[in-house]
């Protein structure tokens, strides 16, 4: 069964600090992954997704991406108290680009 | 917004009466899919369809059934509601183009008493 695993939390940053989100991802044949912030109540929103090895960056967010690993993480600099959300790693089947597993998600709290 | 409507929005139903959740979008997207989110196991496909008339079981669908007769809905059926069935479902639309990337509806919450 293809699994996606992150680091359960809940996770703590002060404001302005960088807050890392880490997931691992268990099908090796995995092109793209996700990452999606959800807010309590809400639906899930795209922050970005990656498919290629290394760092992909938007704005304050970083994605990191190491297929070898089957790791894919998440950084949020400058972190704000509105960055408080859950955030939930998500990788494309293999055998439908179309179908994404989602990890349970980490929920990340900014304190001011 | 994607525009993505689903309806209802909230609902309580009793076990053993049957529920269907409607799913309503403008973009035009080939792919729709049924997720439900639950405490501990975040997001998890229930069905999804890749055209009208044409659709495909995901991780998680037993007890559910769906239909979509027109490009623009995809209604999900639970045939005889279960306590273990109440959760929060979310359509998505998306799935070609950005990656792949889905976008999702602002969700169903069901309680099935």
């Known amino acids: 069964q293809k699994e996606v695993e992150q680091n359960s939390g809940p996770l703590s940053v002060p404001e302005g600090a960088i807050a890392s989100l880490n997931c691992t991802y268990s099908d090796r044949g995995s092109q793209s992954f996700f990452w999606y912030r959800q807010y309590s109540g809400k639906s899930p929103e795209l922050i970005m997704f990656?498919?290629?090895?290394g760092d992909k960056e938007d704005g304050r967010f970083t994605a990191q991406l190491n297929k070898a690993s089957q790791y894919v993480s998440l950084l949020i600099r400058d972190s704000q108290p509105s960055d408080s959300a859950t955030y939930l790693c998500a990788a494309a089947s293999s055998g439908s680009a179309r179908q994404l597993t989602f990890g349970s998600g980490t929920q990340l709290t900014v304190l001011p | 917004d994607a525009g993505i409507t689903q309806s209802p929005r909230h609902k309580v139903t009793e076990t053993g009466t049957p529920v269907t959740l409607r799913c309503h979008q403008t973009?035009?997207?080939?792919?729709m899919y049924w997720y439900r989110q639950d405490p501990g196991h975040g997001l998890r496909l229930i069905h999804y369809s890749y055209g009208v008339k044409d659709t495909d079981k995901g991780e998680v669908s037993d007890g559910y059934s769906v239909s979509r007769s027109k490009t623009e809905d995809f209604l999900l059926t639970l045939e005889s509601a279960t306590s273990s069935q109440t959760s929060v479902y979310f359509c998505?639309?998306?799935?070609?183009?950005?990656?792949?990337?889905?976008?999702f509806g602002e969700g169903s919450w069901l309680t099935v008493v």
């Open positions: 973009e035009n997207h080939r792919y």
């Open positions: 990656i498919y290629s090895n």
């Open positions: 998505a639309i998306g799935g070609t183009g950005n990656g792949n990337t889905i976008y």
